[in-house]
């Protein structure tokens, strides 16, 4: 049986579901938000031990300012001090990967805080992806080899991807196996695309809001049914 051993996803759907339902978008995001950590839950119990969430792309300061204030709020209300723990007991370690020095200072200190308080935690590494970016991810790792390069005056005819990717905010993740994508749209949206190079990918039209377990599942029967190459034939 091929190993699932990291599964991403992107949270697509939040506000076209919220429209379905009559409300504001921003009700859809809390939904969604909601679903987080029982997502995370089933991922542990299909022994994934890596979970990637597409929550907020560089992209995405350009939607309307009362959208973007509230996504932002959001980690202030996943990973409060009441609400740590139940992430400390299952042995959740949480990562924030994207770049830092955009976001409201708030939303900084709780995605820290969190990342400190389960560091050394091992059940299941969730990469939470706020203010991610491929472009930006490559263009912020090739900057910090450019400075390697001019400090140790290391020879660019023997660099390999490694010492790139070695600056990645995934690099403590092994690469993606299987991206699920939400909510109907089959594209990528700049979400891990040197990780993901040979995942398998599922597109579903279930917004994120009404995925749940039963679609998980759904989707990983999909991918044990695959048959993974890697660019290579079999005899």
């Known amino acids: 049986m091929k190993e699932l051993n990291h599964v991403a996803i992107i949270l697509d759907g939040n506000g076209r579901w919220a429209k379905l339902q009559n409300k504001n978008r921003t009700y859809g995001h809390k939904v969604g938000i909601e679903k987080i950590f029982s997502t995370i839950m089933i991922a542990k119990k299909h022994n994934i031990k890596f979970l990637s969430l597409f929550c907020f792309s560089t992209e995405n300061w350009n939607r309307p300012n009362i959208e973007v204030k509230y996504l932002m709020k959001f980690p202030g209300e996943i990973f409060s001090k009441e609400k740590q723990q139940k992430f400390i007991d299952e042995g959740i370690k949480i990562v924030w990967v ?128 695959r048959d993974r190459r890697f660019g290579t034939i079999k005899e």
């Not at 969190?114 to 090739?142: P, Q």
């Open 98 to 225: 994207g770049r830092r020095t955009k976001v409201p200072n708030a939303t900084r200190k709780y995605l820290e805080n969190i990342e400190k308080k389960t560091a050394n935690l091992n059940e299941i590494v969730v990469n939470i992806a706020i203010d991610y970016g491929t472009s930006e991810e490559l263009e912020n790792s090739l900057k910090a080899l450019c400075q390697e390069i001019k400090k140790n005056n290391v020879n660019v005819d023997n660099l390999q991807y490694n010492d790139i990717s070695k600056y990645f905010y995934t690099k403590d993740s092994p690469n993606i196996d299987f991206l699920i994508r939400t909510g109907g749209e089959k594209r990528l949206s700049n979400f891990m695309l040197l990780q993901a190079a040979y995942a398998e990918l599922y597109f579903t039209t279930t917004f994120w809001p009404e995925f749940d377990e039963i679609h998980f599942e759904k989707a990983i029967e999909d991918y044990y049914k």
